[in-house]
């Protein structure tokens, strides 16, 4: 059974990056997409990008100045990162298995960037 | 963006009712659509693929249809477990895109 967890500081500083990792247990990242999507507290859902394990990625165009996001096949991990964050940044961040269609999710990480 | 637009935001239904939400996207995306349950506090969690396909491990009483622009989620016989916020999400195109969701209640 594929398993995602998400981890990183539950705090962010106005300004500063934001950085997550997401374990996955119970299946390669190399055999398939994955992809970060976030939800702000009471809202609705939104894809902020994806990798695949060659290394190529695809960003949404609205945050793919600031955005990060890397693999590393080693430690079966994701990670994500996204720079000079604002208040409109806070949102529970999700790591999901799959480009299009997301079969499998994290439990979820909030992060709450603070003043 | 292709913008997804579900109806109705939520709704109110009884134990064993039929429940049909609509989702329509801005413009043409096949059959490429997908849907979600969400309960509070949890991660969403694929119901539908492709517009009519059941994931498996998924209960028979959901279902959906449609292509082109316009799609369908149909719970047959409500159940207290249904208690959600059921999203619709595109993915034809990137990026890949949400409906605003739907909260289903209990009457």
């Known amino acids: 059974q594929v398993q995602l967890q998400e981890s990183g500081p539950g705090l962010v500083k106005l300004s500063e990056a934001l950085s997550l990792t997401c374990t996955v247990s119970?299946?390669?990242?190399?055999?398939?997409?994955w992809s970060w999507i976030r939800q702000p507290p009471g809202k609705g859902l939104e894809w902020i990008g994806y990798?695949?394990?060659?290394?190529?990625?695809n960003y949404n165009p609205s945050l793919k100045s600031r955005v990060t996001i890397s693999g590393d096949p080693s430690k079966n991990q994701l990670s994500l990162k996204l720079s000079s964050v604002t208040a409109a940044d806070t949102a529970v961040y999700y790591c999901?298995?799959?480009?299009?269609?997301?079969?499998?999710w994290g439990q979820g990480s909030l992060v709450t960037v603070s003043s | 963006d292709i913008q997804m637009t579900q109806s109705p935001s939520s709704l109110s239904a009884s134990v064993g009712d039929r429940v049909t939400i609509t989702c329509q996207a801005s413009?043409?995306?096949?059959?490429?659509l997908n849907w979600y349950q969400q309960k509070p506090g949890k991660a969403p969690n694929l119901l539908i693929y492709?517009?009519?396909n059941l994931q498996t491990g998924v209960p028979s009483r959901f279902s959906g249809s449609g292509s082109g622009t316009d799609f369908s989620f149909t719970i047959s016989s409500l159940q207290p477990e249904d208690i959600a916020t059921y999203y619709c999400?595109?993915?034809?195109?990137?990026?890949?895109?949400f409906g605003q969701g739907t909260k289903v209640e209990i009457k």
């Open positions: 990798i695949y394990y060659s290394g190529s990625t």
């Open positions: 999400q595109q993915n034809d195109n990137l990026p890949r895109t």
């Open positions: 119970g299946g390669s990242i190399s055999d398939h997409y």
């Open positions: 413009q043409d995306i096949n059959n490429f």
């Open positions: 999901a298995r799959g480009g299009r269609t997301f079969d499998y």
């Open positions: 492709d517009a009519s």
